[in-house]
């Protein structure tokens, strides 16, 4: 059973008014960080084997239309601990295939999307949870993942206001290299920082691919490739 920091079948009436509350000023579109994250997703995917994706650690489904959206000849998958969530996504996006972590086949997804999940991991358990990753895998696919940015004071001060992150780790990008690279199995293939700009300068984000080498945006991006 993979674990998790926090119980997020408690929070399944109130996560988004308590996500929106943990963003504050910064809120707007909620949406837009979702669709953000599969924006940078499809551009780092551009000519790769996109079959079927996997949405790890999917929670009630934030990414899934957007997926839907820059994806659509793909099958989506989605899995996660919270049983609640995973009932809520189905109701909202019928089109989804959901598996428990345990049910997920080797050697099957093309891609594998992690996003803001592994700062919900204990960290003794994140080796095991990325080995388990990387069997659902098929030779050659891709292991993108998103996380916060610790470095990021704006970034740091919405975790420590949102209830369902407390008691997390965040981790750095060079933290997360170094993870995947314990593992072994993964090559690395891109990485940047983007969330640089809030949805009320939405406009500007175009400019994120040029600043992307600059540890300031609100979040990290990366993509791995399965080697055997």
């Avoid at 509350?21 to 997703?41: C, D, M, N, T």
């Amino acid at each position: 059973m993979v674990e998790s920091i926090g119980n997020f079948d408690e929070y399944i009436n109130s996560y988004s008014a308590d996500l929106q509350k943990a963003l504050g000023g910064l809120g707007g579109e909620s949406a837009y960080f979702a669709r953000r994250k599969v924006q940078v997703l499809a551009k780092s995917l551009r000519g790769r084997a996109t079959s079927i994706i996997l949405d790890y650690g999917s929670g009630m489904g934030a990414l899934i239309p957007h997926l839907r959206e820059y994806f659509p000849d793909a099958q989506i998958w989605a899995t996660d601990v919270s049983t609640l969530s995973l009932e809520h996504l189905q109701r909202s996006y019928p089109y989804v295939h959901i598996f428990s972590p345990e049910e997920i086949q080797p050697n099957s997804c093309d891609v594998v999307v992690l996003s803001c999940v592994m700062h919900h991991i204990p960290t003794p358990s994140r080796r095991a949870v990325v080995g388990s990753i990387q069997q659902a895998l098929k030779s050659g696919g891709s292991l993108c993942v998103f996380e916060h940015n610790p470095i990021n004071p704006i970034t740091r001060r919405i975790v420590s206001n949102c209830v369902f992150d407390e008691g997390v780790e965040l981790i750095q990008k060079r933290s997360l290299r170094t993870l995947l690279k314990g593992v072994g199995g993964f090559a690395p293939q891109r990485a940047g920082y983007f969330l640089f700009f809030p949805p009320a300068l939405k406009a500007f984000a175009r400019l994120e691919s040029a600043l992307s080498w600059l540890p300031l945006g609100g979040q990290h991006f990366g993509r791995f490739t399965k080697t055997n």
